[in-house]
């Protein structure tokens, strides 16, 4: 009995640490492009944390550095001065090919385009990770069909970008994002083309898979409807980070 209960407080510890474990971690981060003769400053003293299994989004008006911010933590674009780590590689001293490598096996994509290639089928759509993950083919067919199952699409396995809806075209790309069940996912706007009845589905699809999968997420909004499904919202203005909060009771559902 009392190997057992250690045994289950043993357990209930790793999973403790697990989730304060951090996804990423920026440091004093600048971020400066060049314009004209001289550069604008689109990120400035940004320190920010966030932990496995986080259901977060940094909000703030057009222009205030929403992308930017998300593009650093994908590895796709580098600071001017700071550090950044994601899922514990220190992404400024990382190889084009470590980046890429780490995006590949540990990391999904959410657009506002959807990004979808018109040519495959969503069953092809969903694929594509898994493949350039060299998963085998029986394995895979298992994956994209639990994925696509998760989002509610299984009727339309065979169909085209251009046969869907936008709903269900965001909901293939969400279903490519979460196939390789990725430690971490990164949403920009993915409820821009979207009316209001399709926003709430496609947020009620991740709030469930970040439960299930324990994947942290990470969105870029201005939209309304996406805040009230956050867990921690992190304003940003004018490339800085002015308020941090803890949602303690976000809609969950309808
Ligand atoms: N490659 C770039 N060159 C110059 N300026 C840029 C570049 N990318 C973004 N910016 C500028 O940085 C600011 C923040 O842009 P962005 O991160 O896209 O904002 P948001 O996603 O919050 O709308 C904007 O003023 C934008 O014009
Ligand atoms: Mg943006």
Redesign the pocket.
């Known amino acids: 009995m009392l190997i057992r209960a250690s045994t289950r407080l043993m357990q209930s510890k790793k999973r403790e640490n697990m989730s304060n474990k951090n996804v990423v971690e920026i440091q004093n981060l600048l971020k400066q ?1 060049p ?1 004209g003769g001289g550069f ?1 400053t ?1 990120l400035k003293d940004v320190n920010l944390q966030f932990k496995t299994g986080e259901f977060s989004g940094l909000v ?1 008006p ?8 998300l593009n650093q933590i994908g590895g796709l674009d580098s600071p001017t001065e700071g550090s950044v780590n994601v899922l514990n590689m220190d992404l400024v001293n990382a190889s084009h090919n470590q980046r890429a490598d780490l995006r590949k096996t540990k990391m999904g994509f959410i657009f506002q385009s959807y990004n979808l290639l018109p040519v495959y089928t969503v069953f092809e759509n969903v694929e594509l990770p898994l493949i350039l993950n060299k998963i085998e083919s029986k394995k895979r067919k298992e994956l994209v069909e639990q994925a696509v199952e998760w989002v509610g699409l299984t009727d339309k396995l065979e169909s085209r970008p251009s046969q869907l809806s936008g709903g269900e075209c965001q909901r293939t790309a969400i279903a490519r994002a979460i196939v390789h069940k990725p430690a971490l996912v990164l949403a920009d706007e993915p409820t821009a083309n979207l009316d209001a009845k399709n926003s709430h589905q496609i947020m009620k699809i991740l709030v469930n898979l970040n439960q299930e999968l324990d994947t942290s997420f990470i969105f ?1 909004t201005h939209d309304e409807k996406i805040m009230e499904y956050l867990k921690r919202i992190i304003h ?1 203005d004018d ?1 800085q980070v002015t308020q941090d909060d803890i949602i303690e009771k976000p809609k969950m559902s309808l």
């Open positions: 492009f314009v604008f689109a703030g057009s222009g205030s550095g929403k992308t930017t911010l870029a940003l490339g």
